[in-house]
């Protein structure tokens, strides 16, 4: 009795929930940390934008885009942390006594990392336009590159939440976190620009591709936080095809982009 | 012929070598009935079992008609039933609104005004009303015993499983308890685990007294009281033959066992029986072991 309460969550318990938590994630002391971030590296930029001639998102956004990966891997440490909530608190056993089951409330989380990447989005097209007033408007590519550090809060919210169902401790994710930071697999360090905008993504084909590698790679683990509770053939099916769409983009991305550079190091 | 809101029928558990529930047949309708019994004796193995946190090893249970060993049939008995566990987990950095808010949701309750208005009731039902915005961090203790019964009366449980409500509140808290449980008015079966016999005697229209995984006793309070009728009596000293005596405020000492010839018998009451049932149990278990 103690196993799957029910066969896949409930949908309207899973947007209730998203509610609850994104609100939750939004008034995070990690994810506010992650503001933090965002706000020193966009204050760096846009004050070169105002004291400095020849300012260009290429060469001076990168302090920008620091900021916001910032913040997603503060939005992984805040997504992990709820997680982990019940089994901090010691909830387990009254909410086992509930109709919705752990899938319901995985489902919940995971919709909820929407809520900071719609702030990343509003905070990056905020800083897009101020920029664009001092006559630096972005071409498409950049404007994929920008659009993709949405895609990396949720794909990293959804890494935290996943991290939590399968490797319940507190110490995974922050390790995780301090890694990315100092072990460079390879030569260089690209095995993680991998999943960030910088990755030679060169032409608008190439940032979509990086994009749809991204947005798979969240939705895929999505699909295994899920997996977890619930093994149901509509699961099972979409972890294939999120599988499929993670496995194409690489290899073009592998092929046309950066071969044998971008994503293995 | 409605079915019984609770059925067990030959259930058992056992943790390792250690047997929780032994052969436990019982039936409860709706109103509240008592479970008591010492430490140990499988009270919150039974609470667990019915609330639909653990599997029994045998046995069937059956709740509100629907047999818990089918998936599908767990999901709709727990839409209408409210657990309070004896150690109720909280979410330290919700509000006492949104802590009860979140079991709503995953009680299903769908539609948000009235899922609000439900948390709202609950809350105002165990008097939390006033901290309902506070921190559940800076409630205290007797206040989070009262949160933690708020999220189990949430949406009119058919079913209330409450595993030692009164542990931890104060007098005053306690009448209260009482007052709400007894008065519930879509009248829910109600398991009530406690230590407290005075809760029993207070509320509980039936009392099952359970000892070493066993039900030793079955029947209405007053029953379970007469069963030590003239087994109670007071000496000025202690009597080493009696299964178990203690000293009262008037110097004298009150005795439950075989009372020797002559003895001065006193009137009876639940917390004699339930003592002396306990203590031969006790005894019975000693000699055996």
């Known amino acids: ?265 | 012929m409605e079915p019984w809101p609770i059925e067990l029928t030959e259930v058992s558990k056992r943790y390792g070598g250690v047997r929780a529930l032994d052969h436990v047949t019982l039936s409860a309708g709706p109103g509240i009935t008592g479970l008591l019994g010492p430490n140990g004796a499988g009270k919150t193995t039974l609470m667990r079992i019915v609330a639909t946190v653990l599997a029994p090893d045998e046995g069937s249970v059956r709740l509100l008609g629907h047999d818990l060993a089918r998936a599908h049939e767990r999901v709709e008995v727990r839409r209408r039933l409210g657990y309070m566990p004896q150690e109720p987990g909280f979410y330290q950095q919700f509000t006492a609104f949104e802590f009860v808010d979140y079991v709503a949701i995953l009680k299903e309750m769908k539609d948000r005004s009235a899922r609000h208005d439900a948390v709202r009731r609950a809350l105002g039902a165990v008097g939390l009303e006033d901290v309902a915005h506070r921190k559940v961090k800076g409630l205290s203790g007797g206040m989070r015993r009262r949160l933690a019964l708020a999220q189990a009366l949430l949406g009119d449980a058919d079913v209330l499983m409450l595993d030692e409500p009164t542990a931890g509140l104060d007098p005053e808290q306690r009448l209260r308890f009482r007052e709400l449980v007894s008065q519930l008015p879509h009248r829910p079966a109600v398991l009530l685990s406690t230590h407290q016999t005075e809760d029993i005697t207070a509320v509980c229209e039936r009392v099952i007294v359970l000892a070493g995984g066993r039900i030793r006793f079955d029947g209405s309070p007053a029953a379970l009281a007469e069963t030590a009728t003239g087994r109670v009596w007071v000496e000025q000293d202690r009597n080493e033959q009696a299964v178990l005596s203690w000293r009262m405020s008037d110097g004298r000492h009150r005795h439950i066992g075989d009372p020797p010839a002559g003895a001065t018998i006193a009137e009876a009451n639940i917390d004699d029986a339930y003592l002396l049932m306990a203590g031969v149990t006790a005894q019975t278990q000693g000699a055996a072991a």
């Open chain 1, 1 to 265: 009795m103690s196993g799957p309460l029910r066969p896949s969550p409930a949908p309207g318990a899973v947007a209730a929930l998203a509610r609850v938590e994104g609100h939750k994630l939004l008034v995070h002391p990690y994810f506010l940390a992650g503001i933090a971030f965002v706000g020193i590296g966009s204050a760096i930029f846009l004050r070169a934008t105002l004291t400095q001639p020849l300012v260009s998102w290429d060469d001076d956004g990168w302090t920008v885009a620091v900021g916001f990966w910032m913040l997603a891997m503060m939005t992984m440490v805040g997504a992990n942390h709820a997680a982990l909530r019940d089994r901090r608190e010691h909830t387990e056993e009254q909410h086992t006594s509930l109709p919705a089951g752990p899938a319901t409330k995985i489902g919940g989380l995971l919709t909820a990392t929407l809520w900071p990447a719609a702030v990343t989005g509003v905070l990056i097209a905020a800083i897009a336009g101020f920029a664009s007033t001092r006559g630096m408007s972005l071409s498409a590519v950049q404007v994929v590159h920008l659009a993709e550090l949405t895609g990396i809060v949720v794909l990293l919210g959804a890494f935290g939440v996943a991290v939590a169902v399968w490797l319940p401790n507190p110490f995974v994710v922050p390790l995780v976190a301090i890694a990315m930071f100092v072990v460079h697999p390879g030569e260089q360090s690209r095995a993680w620009h991998a999943i960030t905008p910088f990755a030679d993504m060169v032409t608008v084909e190439l940032a979509v591709w990086h994009l749809a590698y991204v947005v798979g790679l969240a939705a895929l683990f999505g699909v295994g936080a899920i997996a977890r509770s619930t093994r149901t053939r509509p699961v099972l099916i979409a972890g294939v095809i999120v599988a499929g769409i993670v496995g194409v983009a690489a290899a073009v991305l592998l092929a046309r982009a950066c071969p044998g550079a971008c994503l293995i190091g």
